[in-house]
């Protein structure tokens, strides 16, 4: 994506903007025990990253090494990319990619673009050393809202101008308004003043309140404070907005939108609306809370596509999402997953006590699979069925250990 795109996401009237960053479950494909016709959704446990059995794999191979090694891996690859296309689209709540074609797109801000290819960028030039590596994983995996961007709308219920005051609206979906915010922050444009020199604004903010449906809705101030007015092109101010927008997820039926009116010197001037200048168009931003994660440590086996390597062991897996199918996702296009492949042998066991000690108490047991063991997430843009943006942080996209069990 191009970094001269605007810094604010255009709104249309009928539809708000959302940006959400999510935590997902994590993704990806173990490597030995099923066959290629049956694939079958992941089970996790929260306190064990290891992968069920009915993630697809290839059964063990009789003659490992060489070129069998190698046209296995590439089978593997290609049951890796069904499992994840498919469980991107579950992870997200589609049951096919959202149609963009020949849809107008919404501008995306352009810094959030820049973190997710300063991100990615980074991911990508991290050394891929053969050998063994010690890595941490997060025990948490459950879906997490931990901010959430919204982009202002007229009221759907109320005339957009009411008594000469402009209403504006913020909606929230039920999967927002159920986490506890945090903070919130609400982002107005100041255009700048006509004439040189500086003036003081004072910035009011009612919240649009009804006693009943029948009811007219009156005002009721939320907050008010006095800004500097310069002569050029403006800037940006944040008001802090918790108190109102945690009130809003309380009881989302309150939430009837909010009046700004700015005066100099008693004068009114004009706040930049939902309907004029769209990438200046108001925000809010909210963090909800997240509870904290656990870590522990852990060994795995790194190898290149060259190597003979029979053993389990981590390799290179690229991810492009244009070829298949999931254009909607903005950004990254493509991403190195990493995937497991390769045998799990008696002799390795002995590396791995706790498989080790199951194998010799339940020796007519199946045999243990290549799985990934460890899981790293990656920020993802994305566009929804309704053209919302969706900024997600999804865990278990990149294979970070590989190991038998």
Known sequence: MSSSLSLRTTVRSSRTRLL?????????????????????????????????????????????G??????????????????????ILRRMGFSQPPNITGKVLPQIPAHFLAQIEEEQGMQSDQPFKNGFTVT??????????????????????????????????????????????????????????????QS???IEIYKVHKLGDHEPPVLIKAQSRKETQSAGRGRWLEIDFTETVGEWFKNSRDNFGFVINATVNGKKIAMTDVNSEKSKAPFVEISVME??????????????????EPLCCR????????????????APKRYDAHMCSGECPFVTLQKYPHTHLLKMTAPNSA????????????????????LNVVFANLPGMVVDRCGCS
């Not at 593997?76 to 990319?81: F, H, I, S, Y």
């Not at 986490?179 to 609400?186: E, I, K, M, Q």
């Not at 799985?371 to 566009?383: E, T």
């Open 66 to 87: 060489g070129c069998s090694s190698c046209k296995r891996r590439e089978e593997l690859k290609l049951m890796n990319l069904e499992f994840i296309r498919g469980e």
């Open 136 to 197: 941490e994983e997060d025990d948490d995996f459950h879906v997490k809202t931990q901010k959430i961007l919204t982009f202002a709308e007229s009221y759907p219920r109320l005339r957009h101008s009411w008594k000469g005051h402009d209403i504006i609206y913020f909606p929230f979906s039920d999967s927002v308004t159920k986490f506890r915010v945090a903070n919130a922050t609400l982002h107005l444009f100041l255009r700048g003043g006509e004439r040189r020199g």
């Open 367 to 386: 045999a243990p699979c290549c799985a990934p063991r460890k899981m790293s997430p990656i920020h993802m843009l994305y566009f929804d069925e309704k």
């Open 20 to 64: 959400v960053i999510l935590l997902l479950h994590p993704l990806l494909v173990s490597s030995e025990k099923l066959s290629s016709n049956n694939i079958q959704k992941s089970k996790f446990n929260d306190m064990d990253v290891g992968f069920s059995e009915d993630y697809p794999s290839m059964p063990p191979s009789t003659s490992p």
């Open 200 to 202: 003081d604004v004072l």
């Open 315 to 330: 390799y290179s897996f690229m991810v492009d999402f244009v070829e298949i199918g999931l254009d909607f996702i903005i």
């Open 291 to 308: 509870p904290k994660r656990r870590k522990r440590r852990n060994v795995g086996l790194n190898c290149d596509d060259k190597a003979t």
